[in-house]
């Protein structure tokens, strides 16, 4: 009976470790030749986006796609990438993130989008990219904010003629029924008040 205990124990150790070697290591067979995917801990890709290091986010995009879209729910704000390099005004990583098919409607804990925080930042350059790459300058996040509530309530005016300028709704009504002119108005948001007219 020992023995046969002894016996179970080590054959399911062996299909055990044999299938954890498995899950660290995806070999594909593609006609003739094997590529193998490493397993990219996605703390890491993160640590890479926040602290604006390309090389290191593009080395892990090309480890692992499926990290294009990943969350980030460390801070409990589930962030993706996107929504980082947008926020921080990191354009090399925004344009490689938006090349690899980054989801630009993505809304994170609180309804952000990635232009959403590029306008609040005034991103200028980013929001074109994303423009660029048909993300809507209409979204809403749960408080039926717009990309145009944020740029509005930071006083950023190049932000505001670029949404204006690519059929952003300035009569857009917030969760209190505010536009942003009046969001603006309420901030004293002086820079953009003209523009919101």
Known sequence: MKKL?????ISSSIVFFSSCSKDTKDTKTSK???ETKTVVN???FFKAVHDNEPAKVKDYLEKDKTLVDAVD????????????STFDGY???????????????????????????????NRVEIIKMLIDNKADVNSINTSKETPL????????PDVVKLLLENKADKTAKDYN?????????????????????
Do not use: C, W
Not at 102 to 114: L, M, Q, S
């Open 5 to 9: 205990f002894i016996f179970i124990l």
């Open 32 to 34: 003739d030749t094997k």
């Open 42 to 44: 996605t703390a890491d």
């Open 73 to 84: 729910s460390s801070s409990g704000i589930n962030e993706s990438a996107l929504g980082i």
């Open 91 to 121: 354009k090399e990583i925004t344009e490689m993130l938006l090349k690899a098919g980054a989801k630009t409607e993505f809304h994170d804990a609180y309804g952000i989008t990635p232009m959403m925080g590029a306008a609040r930042t």
């Open 149 to 156: 509530h944020y740029a509005a309530r930071y006083n950023n």
């Open 177 to 197: 029924g505010q536009t942003p002119y009046e969001v603006a108005k309420k901030e004293n948001a002086d820079k953009v008040l003209d523009l919101l007219k």
